[in-house]
């Protein structure tokens, strides 16, 4: 098969326990090359537990994860040695943590943070980084005279918009969000959500977004998994599960929504 | 001092440290941790130095200890006092009749020979300390030799100063594999470390580790393609001796803004003028 015809990634039963605590339970899902899944879900669903199971940052109790990479290789995520998933968390993957904080290097500038992955996949060009650092700042709708600027002088909106710049500079073809908008006022949401659609329309990534927000949901996510005690209780495309929710929880959560 | 072992240090403690010693040369740049002991001499004063010096010490060695690349300050003059009453060993200043070298901060101005060992004092052994402050993470780091990071700092360098700014303890990658700190030389010593004949070996008393960069192994400097490294300059010669080219200290010498400057190493500028008599040095 080509890489075209395989799913960027394979969830096979997933399920991670905190002591007697369920984390995620018997969790199954593809992600196609092009595609965004939202996770939504209450507060303490899993979404998080199950992102970081994902992304390599958690070890799951069991299941299978495999990626599949540019050349059509399948790796099996969760036995890789440390060395390859680490290669491989700053060269294919993206991470946008909710917080920018836990994402960005605080004390060193916006260009730096954005250079870093460039360095730390061999560049040694400093004008080459620099350029390209000025490139994705642009992209992410940063002005070029802020590029030597910390990003503690950064609104929270623009933290945010860094931490995608320092994450696609190497495009990387699949990002986990988790939160990508949480803590940000309305009007820089939309711009946010706005940017990122563009981006994953652009350069074609994929993309695991959770989040609570059932309309930052309804905009990115094409597909979406809606996860109750650690379990997936409906999934569907994100129109479909929206409009037509058939599980009583998901029908509890659209309807909890608040219209303005 | 017959009440105290050879060195000071008990035999198991010198083999302890010459194990870790031999293992820092298999891995060059690599830090090796060992049982450091408390020493007659406050941490940050050489600790480190001391035990490695007194773990390789013989009593048919010679010699010499240096700080600041001076023969004669405080610090170089107590631990050769140490070794003198400790082992009976001969001591010299004059860096190609020494066979053991101490040293902080320099490294001889005079090449160094095969044969020679030199043993640096090292504050603070990890490169990446201040830029990773989990030690777990910083290991990790070296097994994986992700050293990306450490470019990360040269580029904000760069990008506040225009150069890079860091002038002395510059990193080093050694034979191609560790990320290492030279120990705070000034990176006008740097080339120096470069397939040196000599062995040189590093301690850190308070941070328990010994690591070594054996005789001939590569040792570069870390820059950019389009920022290379490059040592300081002087526009002036050596105030004494008149040499040029080599490392000068800035010497007040008055307060109405006189200074001199002059040789940091001082058997170096002491040799280079005979005529003037030095045994007033």
Redesign the interface.
């Known amino acids: 098969m080509s890489p075209a015809d395989r799913p960027l990634l394979s969830v096979r039963g997933l399920t991670r326990w905190y002591g007697p605590h369920v984390g995620c339970l018997d969790v199954g899902v593809d992600l196609w090359p092009g595609e965004v899944l939202g996770v939504v879900g209450e507060s303490g669903s899993g979404k998080t537990t199950l992102l970081g199971c994902l992304s390599g940052r958690l070890v799951p109790t069991a299941g299978t994860v495999e990626f599949t990479t540019r050349d059509g290789v399948v790796l099996d995520v969760l036995r890789l040695s440390?060395?390859e998933r680490?290669r491989l968390a700053r060269t294919d993957w993206g991470v946008v943590h909710q917080n920018p904080r836990d994402g960005l290097?605080m004390s060193?500038?916006a260009?730096?943070n954005v250079?870093?992955?460039l360095?730390?996949?061999?560049v040694?060009?400093?004008?080459a980084?620099?350029q390209a650092a000025l490139d994705w700042l642009g992209q992410v709708e940063i002005d070029a005279d802020r590029v030597?600027d910390l990003p503690e002088t950064f609104s929270g909106g623009m933290q945010q918009r860094l931490q995608i710049a320092r994450n696609l500079v190497t495009r990387p073809r699949l990002v986990f969000m988790d939160e990508p908008t949480g803590g940000l006022d309305v009007s820089v949401q939309a711009r946010l959500l706005d940017l990122l659609r563009t981006l994953v329309a652009d350069l074609g990534l994929s993309a695991i977004v959770v989040t609570h927000d059932l309309a930052v949901a309804r905009l990115l996510a094409h597909r979406l998994l809606v996860m109750r005690r650690g379990q997936v209780v409906e999934s569907g495309l994100t129109d479909q599960v929206l409009d037509d929710p058939q599980h009583p929880y998901s029908q509890l959560l659209v309807s909890s929504v608040l219209q303005p | 001092m017959s009440d105290y072992n050879f060195a000071f240090l008990d035999e198991q403690t010198k083999r302890m440290i010459r194990r870790a010693i031999l293992k820092a040369v298999a891995i060059p740049g690599y830090q090796v941790p060992f049982g450091s002991r408390e020493m007659p001499l406050s941490y940050g004063w050489g600790t480190g130095g001391v035990q490695v010096t007194a773990s390789v010490i013989g009593p048919d060695d010679v010699l010499k200890v240096i700080d600041q690349g001076a023969d004669d300050t405080t610090n170089a003059v107590s631990i050769r006092q140490f070794f003198v009453r400790t082992t009976g060993v001969r001591t010299t200043t004059a860096t190609d009749e020494a066979s053991l070298i101490q040293t902080r901060h320099r490294i001889p101005e005079t090449p160094l020979a095969p044969g020679q060992i030199v043993v640096f004092q090292v504050p603070i052994p990890e490169p990446l300390r201040w830029l990773e402050p989990r030690e777990t993470e910083t290991r990790?780091m070296h097994a994986?030799a992700?050293y990306?990071?450490m470019?990360?700092r040269l580029?904000?360098d760069?990008?506040?100063h225009g150069h890079v700014e860091t002038a002395y303890d510059y990193p080093v990658v050694v034979n191609g594999r560790y990320l290492m700190r030279p120990s705070p030389i000034p990176k006008f010593d740097n080339p120096k470390l470069d397939r040196c004949p000599a062995l040189l070996l590093f301690g850190a008393g308070r941070e328990k580790r010994i690591y070594a960069v054996p005789p001939h192994t590569p040792v570069r400097s870390l820059?950019?393609?389009?920022?290379p490294f490059t040592i300081e300059s002087w526009d002036r010669p050596c105030a004494l001796c008149g040499a040029r080219g080599i490392f000068l200290d800035e010497i007040i010498v008055d307060d109405k803004g006189g200074r001199l400057f002059v040789c940091s190493d001082t058997d170096h500028c002491a040799r280079r003028r005979p005529a003037r008599g030095v045994s007033s040095a």
Do not use: K, N, P, S
């Open positions: 440390e060395a680490r290097r060193v500038t260009g730096a250079g870093e992955r360095m730390a996949v061999g040694r060009h400093y004008g980084i620099r030597d | 990790t994986l992700e990306g990071l470019w990360v580029y904000e760069i990008t506040r820059d950019f393609d389009d920022y």
